[in-house]
């Protein structure tokens, strides 16, 4: 019997003898520009002819370099293609021939070409204000899509109009700037294969040359020999190139002109009055052309041409200065000395003379024409000097120096309290003003020093100074000394003192800032400073009991604040300080105690150490996150942060960084810092009913601490206004029921205390009104044994013992009486160490030691 295979294979091969199949193999095939590929058509049945078509329809021939098809046997053809190209991309067809019988496959042919920029100049140049098409020419199969970037961002036509990205790719920006120039990324991408490519275009704007004359009138002198500048200064991209003309003509360098290097500075020498006229600045790039003209007036320079020196004696009633100038036009003269101008008014003409006068009435300045006179009254040392003539006009002016000598008597200056201390020298300086020179003698007690028989006092001279040194041996060399300087003008004496210095008055210690491991000592510098300047200061601590450790600060300009290092954590200290100068060193100030605050400390148990002994490490290091508690403020809003500084790590905390955001956002709000000194922080403004998170971080000189985080809700918006009319209770209400409740409260913890404790406000009315000292009261016999107890004369104390579970007996036998600590044993019973262990560990035991020696008690037992 026939298996269902065979039977197919027969149909199979009838199926086959009557008709031709082909197959292309692959069926599609992606290559990308260059490769090579081949496809293979293979025929199923008698073929005689297998021919390969191209996309275009036309029958490949053997003969084509690039596309070549070989048969390789009677069923099988082979398409190759060699070194892709984009027009090699189509369908591919195979078609068999057997007689009338035809069958035909196809194959589709993908030509991927890579990304290729084709023509991307760089840099581009256009002019400001014109429309830039920026060029950036792109090939790819597939077509790629280009976008633009300008410093990283996409550049989108629909949020600027300036912007137009064209269908040929290129980019379009209407009206380029300046700021528009920089680099542009051109970007190729083809979505179907993932590829992408850019380029960077350097977008370079030429500015069209803006020019500014630096002065557009010039005024020039003529016939002085001298030489006129005339400049102009222009802007623009690329930098302008700049040249000058005259009526018309191209000036260049040469005898009469002169060119900078750039060309904005042109020199015309010798100016003459035919150099007068417009002159044109021009500059020129290759955004176009600007020019600018100068104007060239020629006139003749102010000259200063007669002034005089004057000599004066001091006090004399005046002294007069001369000043003449001439120019054209006419100048006008001023005076000045020592920054002090005597000159105001209008210019002064031949009809209308100027003067002007000070205030004092002292100085005065008259001016007619060409002549300026100064007129000193009164004549002062102090007018003595250069005074400065000045003639202007609108070309330009000239400044000559007029001397005035003024002949006076010496004056002395200088500090007239010297201190100092004995075996240190100090100068007294006699500083002398005189003119003509001073000779300076000094004296002591009407006695000119130094004498044959002085050695511990100096003379230094300089310049008009003298200089007195002095080295105190005794209390004697301190007082006055006189200096006394004369000329030809006369004499002048004055008393200078030297002083004893003394030693400073003590610091004192306003207060003390602990750390774990340090202490900022802030003080008030001392009341006195004994005459001279404070050198250091030395601050001493020590631990209470122990000797003092001291360390020396060398005094600087408003030093209020000393750290000192080095502390034990957790240890009361006492610090006192004291001010060193010259002299010596003050009293110390009052001792002021501190505690350092606790550290947490490394431990690490060493086996040389005895047990429970541990070594530390106490090294500089970050702080402890601080403690935070927060308190929702009354507008419900509002917090208020506080924190509690924790282990400072040995350093002092420098400041505190605060940060907080709502939970549901990522950004957090600006840092807040706050000082060291700072415990809290109010965070205002918030939203209603959203969680918070607060993060506050400690900085020392180590560095940041963890932060101390805390979490919270603002409360819900109010609905309301306060104050506004509701269903709640008024405030006298609350009040009232508050009361009644604190009443209540009072009567439940009176009859409490009279049931148990036998004491209270029942009690009183018991006993004062009923005669009864309530439940429970002590007898009169209890209360005299313990007197009895308390008048025994036992050498040894006595001890009482008392078992929960044992009632207690009192002397006189009458019956059994509550319990009571103050209860006294007569006859104790003398127990050694092992039989008391014993007992306390089966029962509750009460040990109380009495001294043998008991005060008689009035009989009135209190509670225990």
């Known amino acids: 019997m026939l298996q269902i295979r065979d039977i197919l294979w027969g149909f199979l091969y009838i199926a086959c003898a009557a008709a031709i199949q082909v197959q292309v193999t692959p069926t599609h095939r992606e290559i990308s520009v260059g490769e090579s590929k081949f496809f293979l058509c293979e025929v199923v049945g008698d073929a005689k002819d297998i021919d390969w078509f191209a996309p275009n329809g036309e029958k490949i021939l053997p003969n084509n370099p690039n596309v070549q098809v070989n048969r390789n046997d009677e069923t099988t053809s082979t398409l190759t293609i060699y070194h892709a190209d984009v027009d090699d991309a189509g369908i591919y067809k195979c078609v068999a021939r057997s007689g009338d019988k035809e069958a035909q496959a196809t194959v589709q042919v993908k030509i991927f070409q890579k990304i290729t920029f084709k023509n991307v100049p760089s840099p581009q140049e256009f002019n400001e204000g014109d429309d830039a098409d920026i060029i950036c020419d792109v090939v790819g199969s597939p077509v790629p899509f280009i976008l633009w970037k300008h410093k990283g961002v996409r550049i989108q036509s629909n949020k600027d109009v300036r912007y137009n990205v064209m269908d040929n790719g290129h980019l379009l920006i209407r009206g380029i700037k300046k700021t528009d120039e920089g680099a542009y990324n051109c970007e190729a991408r083809v979505m179907e294969t993932g590829e992408i490519n850019f380029k960077m275009i350097n977008v370079v ?258 310049q008009s100074n003298s200089y007195l040194e002095v080295s105190p041996e005794s209390q004697s060399d301190f007082g006055s000394y006189n200096c006394t300087a004369t000329n030809a003008m006369g004499t002048e004496s004055k008393e200078f003192l030297l002083i004893q210095a003394e030693v400073p008055s003590s610091p004192e210690i306003q207060q003390v800032e602990p750390f774990s491991s340090s202490a900022v000592v802030e003080f008030d510098e001392p009341d006195s400073f004994g005459g001279v300047p404070i050198i250091k200061y030395l601050v001493e601590w020590r631990l209470d009991g122990h000797g003092w450790t001291g360390k020396e600060y060398d005094a600087t300009e408003d030093l ?73 403020q009354n507008q419900g809003n509002a917090l208020k942060v506080n924190w509690i500084k924790q282990d400072d790590g040995g350093s002092p905390i420098k400041h505190y960084l605060v940060r907080y955001k709502a939970k549901h956002v990522s950004d957090w709000k600006p840092e807040i810092r706050m000082p060291h000194s700072s415990e809290y922080v109010v965070l205002g403004g918030l939203d209603w009913n959203t969680e918070y998170e607060v993060r506050v971080v400690a900085v020392n000189q180590k560095g940041k601490s963890e932060p101390g985080i805390l979490s919270f809700r603002t409360a819900t918006e109010p609905t309301t206004m306060p104050g506004a009319s509701g269903s709640g209770l008024s405030t006298g209400a609350i009040v009232g029921i508050l009361i009644v409740v604190f009443f209540a409260l009072l009567v439940a913890v009176d009859v409490t205390c009279y049931f148990l404790n036998k004491c209270g406000l029942l009690m009183c009315i018991a006993v004062n009104f009923c005669g009864k000292a309530g439940p429970g009261a002590k007898s009169k016999d209890m209360e005299e044994g313990k007197a009895n107890f308390t008048k025994d004369e036992s050498k040894e104390p006595i001890v009482e013992v008392r078992t929960e579970e044992e009632p207690t007996q009192n002397q006189e036998g009458v019956g059994p009486a509550e319990p009571n600590e103050t209860t006294p044993l007569t006859e104790p019973e003398k127990k050694t160490k092992d039989d008391v262990k014993t007992e306390a560990n089966n029962t509750a035991v009460e040990v109380k030691t009495v001294p043998n020696e008991a005060p008689q008690t009035n009989g009135n037992e209190s509670k225990a």
């Open 205 to 462: 704007v030429n500015v069209l040359p803006t020019i500014r004359a630096r002065q557009s009138e010039v005024n020039a002198t003529a016939d002085m020999g001298v030489s006129i500048l005339l400049a102009c200064d222009a802007d623009g991209f690329p930098e302008p190139a700049v040249t000058w003309a005259y009526n018309n003509v191209i000036l260049e360098s040469g005898d009469k002109y002169s060119l900078n290097d750039d060309g904005s500075e042109l020199v015309i020498k010798d100016v003459i009055k035919v150099d007068e006229g417009d002159y044109t600045c021009i500059a020129r790039n290759k955004a176009g052309e600007m020019s600018q003209e100068v104007s060239l007036n020629v006139f003749v320079q102010a000259k200063i041409t007669y002034m005089n020196n004057q000599t004066a004696t001091e006090f004399d009633d005046e002294v007069t200065l001369t000043c003449e100038a001439s120019g054209d036009p006419t100048p006008s003269i001023s005076w000045s000395f020592q920054n002090r101008m005597f000159s105001e008014g209008e210019q002064a003409s031949w009809t209308r003379p100027d003067q002007y006068e000070s205030h004092d009435r002292n100085i005065v300045v008259r001016s007619h024409a060409r002549v300026s006179s100064l007129l000193l009254k009164n004549v002062d040392f102090t007018y003595a000097g250069q005074y400065l003539c000045t003639a202007s006009n609108s070309i330009g002016q000239d400044n000559q120096p007029v001397y005035l000598e003024v002949r006076y008597a010496p004056k002395i200056l200088g500090v007239v309290a010297v201190y100092t201390w004995e075996g240190n020298p100090a100068n007294i300086s006699c500083e002398v003003e005189a003119h003509p020179g001073a000779s300076v003698t000094w004296f002591r007690d009407g006695l000119q020093v130094p004498s044959v028989n002085t050695t511990n006092v100096k003379i230094y001279s300089k």
């Open 560 to 632: 209020t604040r000393i750290t000192i290092v080095g502390l034990t954590p957790d240890t009361i200290y006492e610090v006192k300080m004291s001010a060193v100068n010259g002299k010596g060193e003050s009293e110390s100030s009052a001792a002021v105690k501190f505690k350092t605050g606790p550290i947490r400390l490394s431990f690490t148990p060493s086996s040389e150490a005895p047990p429970l002994i541990v070594t530390t490490s106490m090294a500089l290091r970050e702080p402890s996150a601080p403690k935070l508690e927060a308190m929702v």
